[in-house]
């Protein structure tokens, strides 16, 4: 191969457009066809609409956004090029997260179903607003930082154990983890302590994930879809009212892509991580799913674990002078192969690569109804 065609071969993957498209015609495919060969199955719909809307909310909340001058402050010790998105709106979840919620809900409008949206809906809205203050507190303050950490868990815990009371006292929650081949973890109470825990972690791993341009859209797009896609496939055991809730997450996501892709027009801010991993947590905890959200999950989970591994080894390590050992160039993850030399544009559609390959291990391990 000459360098001419290694060149030409390296600039289409590059290119944030085009894998942006490729990605949403990936989970499109994934809805249609699971709507022509799985019964029951209405997936397409709530994708597409989500998609639309979020796309022309999107387009004309982004300008405003810039006009309120909701500019994301960099923080210093972070990649050198990233200084330059300095000033990119922020606070994009406004625009996002009320699009799939509202579709979302209205998946379903009588009986059980239509409440458990209603709550899956009304946690994933609590942490955006707990996002959208933290977003407010560091652009008034010109700093990275805006709520305390204690004080941002704090507030995710409070919302979790609203969310997790009503499921109680409603019996929503399978008191067992579902994992393949029909084995059941049996844990009884212990669910609702690893239900708070799971709120945390999947919400701040998806926050953290937020870190290149569409990196965070493009993986919870296809968590989303692989969630929803096996709860179709799990037959009497699925929830097609949840698939479909799912489905129109992550049309939403899609539609924010398309001004999230690089050299992204607008960034999600904590008002939509936050958000994204309560309404993973949300549809897991109520569809036995934790097992494959686990597993789809997998680069959310990796990006989490490389910031808890870096500082715990620091710490571990510090010697006289306050300096200890890092085990990456810095995390999270995304960030070491960044300062390897990996361009965000080839991080970026890898991640989503490997996220695709866990989608489709997680459908393999799916729970067996």
């Known amino acids: 191969m000459t360098a001419s065609s290694v060149g030409l071969q390296t600039k289409w993957w590059q290119q944030g457009s085009l894998t942006a ?19 029951n199955s209405q997936l397409t719909l709530p994708l597409l609409i989500a998609f639309v809307s979020t796309l022309v909310v999107a387009a004309l909340g982004i300008p405003r956004l810039r006009a309120l001058k909701m500019g994301q402050v960099i923080r210093e010790e972070g ?23 509202i579709v979302g809900c209205l998946i379903s409008l009588d009986g059980e179903s239509a409440n458990q949206l209603l709550a899956v809906a009304a946690v994933t809205l609590a942490y955006m607003v707990i996002g959208g203050f933290d ?31 009503v ?22 109470p212990l669910i609702w302590p690893l239900g ?24 919870g797009a296809l ?78 989970l990796a990006e989490s674990l490389s910031v808890i591994i870096q500082v715990w080894v620091f710490k571990a390590t510090k010697n006289a002078d306050g300096v200890g050992r890092r085990v990456f160039r810095m995390a999270p993850l995304h960030h070491h192969f960044e300062l390897g030399g990996t361009s965000e544009r080839t991080v970026v559609p890898c991640f989503w690569l490997v996220t695709t390959g866990l989608v489709l291990l997680g459908l393999f391990l799916r729970p067996i109804s």
């Open 196 to 219: 708070l825990f799971v709120f945390l972690a999947e919400s701040n791993a998806t926050n953290l994930t937020d870190g290149l341009d569409g990196l965070a859209s493009g993986c």
């Open 21 to 39: 498209i490729l990605l949403s015609l990936t989970v499109l495919a994934a809805g249609l066809a699971s709507d022509k060969w799985v019964a």
């Open 79 to 101: 990649p050198e090029g990233h200084q330059a998105k300095s000033g990119t709106p922020t606070m994009g979840g406004l625009l996002v997260v009320p699009v799939g919620a």
């Open 167 to 188: 499921a109680a006292s409603q019996g929503w929650i399978n008191q067992s983890i579902s994992l393949p081949q029909g084995i059941q973890i049996p844990l009884g």
């Open 135 to 165: 977003d407010w507190r560091s652009l008034t303050r010109q700093t990275n930082t805006g709520l305390t950490p204690k004080g941002k868990l704090l507030l995710q815990a409070l919302a979790a154990a609203v969310f997790l009371g």
């Open 223 to 300: 968590v989303f879809t692989g969630l929803g896609l096996q709860l179709m496939l799990r037959g009497h055991s699925g929830d097609p009212a949840l698939a479909g809730f799912c489905l129109a997450m992550a049309g939403a996501w899609l539609g924010f892509l398309a001004h999230n892709r690089h050299p992204a027009r607008a960034f999600m801010g904590d008002t939509g991580s936050l958000a994204m991993g309560a309404a993973l947590t949300a549809v897991a905890l109520l569809s036995d799913s934790l097992w494959p959200l686990l597993v789809m999950g997998g680069v959310f």
